[in-house]
């Protein structure tokens, strides 16, 4: 899971990485929550830019860790995508693949909270 502060008003978050919308409204500061499996490679919807940092082969996809603005955050690429190091790269993470809530609430994979 990939957890980025962001502050939500109605179904806008404003993050670092630029605006996403979500499909449940919400007021105030919160963590978006983005699942790696359904961030893609496209123009649209949420999208945002990232380096690629580093790319492991984990069988049925590829783990890539990408610096997207102020963000470390992990993408599942498919096994066939060509993915490099220090690659630029845009994403898309559609709607039904992000979430908000509230900043906080949730424990952050280091340990700390959101």
């Not at 690659?87 to 994979?109: F, I, M």
């Amino acid at each position: 899971m990939n957890f980025i502060p962001g502050q939500q008003r109605g179904q806008e978050v404003r993050t670092g990485l630029g605006v996403f919308q979500v499909g449940v409204a919400r007021e105030g500061p919160v963590t978006l929550v983005m699942r790696p499996e359904t961030m893609h490679r496209a123009l649209g919807e949420n999208a945002f830019q990232g380096e690629v940092m580093a790319c492991a082969f984990a069988g049925g996809f590829q783990r890539v860790t990408l610096r997207a603005g102020p963000q470390t955050l992990v993408w599942h690429a498919p096994a066939h995508e060509a993915v490099v190091v220090g690659q630029q790269v845009t994403l898309s993470c559609p709607a039904p693949g992000c979430w908000t809530v509230p900043r906080g609430s949730v424990e952050h994979p280091s340990g700390g909270p959101t």
